[in-house]
């Protein structure tokens, strides 16, 4: 990948992305909450539990980019001091998707981390100017694009000076219906292998089932993921986005049994997973 200067592993050590207190990269990180943030209520209900539950991080939309234009759009910025709110209660950083280039620099003064979702993973005018703020970004993988099309936008962004980028696998369209999406959960090794930049995975939008939700999380663990973000309602069948889904508390405290044991055995091989060196 000849066009990969800035994201390309050429020996580098792993990043280490700092987002607030939690350091992507280094244990395994947690993100999770709400697909969006939908009141104050539902917003800090769920980030007190998952925050109980052992998450690192905060999840909420307040801007959703979503496929109809007359469904939740998300509260913008009442959404957004609904997060300030949150990270204040719980001490959790908060990651939130930015849709618009105009909205950056301000949307960042309320987030820790800047999400850009999969359907804009080549809006080169955004990546640039997340590239110009100091947040570190989340770049989701496009649902159609390769892992060379998604590195090259990871290049947008560290091109302008932004070096804290996070990598995010959360499925590709394939003919598989079954499933939201298809999991390339071979993306994550091959990902350590060609980049340096912290590698993490989404297996809400990829299955877009509950139930497959915790066995993708561990496999993610087991191949080199550094981390994942998962989607997490305190009623989800009242949710306004996503509704079908996302975890219960309850489902996400019993994903959170497993994984940790899972993280703790594969530290205690003292290697870390299927990476290449
Ligand atoms: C989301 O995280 O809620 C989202 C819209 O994800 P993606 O961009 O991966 O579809
Ligand atoms: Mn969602």
Known sequence: MKNIKLAARNGRPPTVVKVGSVEVGGSFTVIAGPCAVESEEQTLKTAQAVKAAGANMLRGGAFKPRTSPYSFQGLGIEGLKILERARRETGLPVVTE???????????????????????????????????????????????????????????????GNPNVILCERGIRTFERYTRNTLDLCAVPALRELTHLPVIVDPTHATGKPSLVAPMSLGALAVGAQGIIVEVHCNPSEALCDADQALTVEMFGSLMRRLRPLEGFLAGQGREPEVAG
């Open 98 to 160: 930015v849709l618009d280039p105009r909205d950056v620099s301000w949307v960042a003064e309320y987030a820790d981390m800047l999400q850009i979702g999969a359907r804009n993973m080549q809006n080169f005018a955004l990546l640039k100017e997340v590239g110009r703020v100091r947040r570190p970004v989340l770049l989701k993988r496009g649902m159609h694009s390769t892992l060379e099309e998604w590195l090259n936008c990871a290049e947008y962004v560290l091109g302008e």
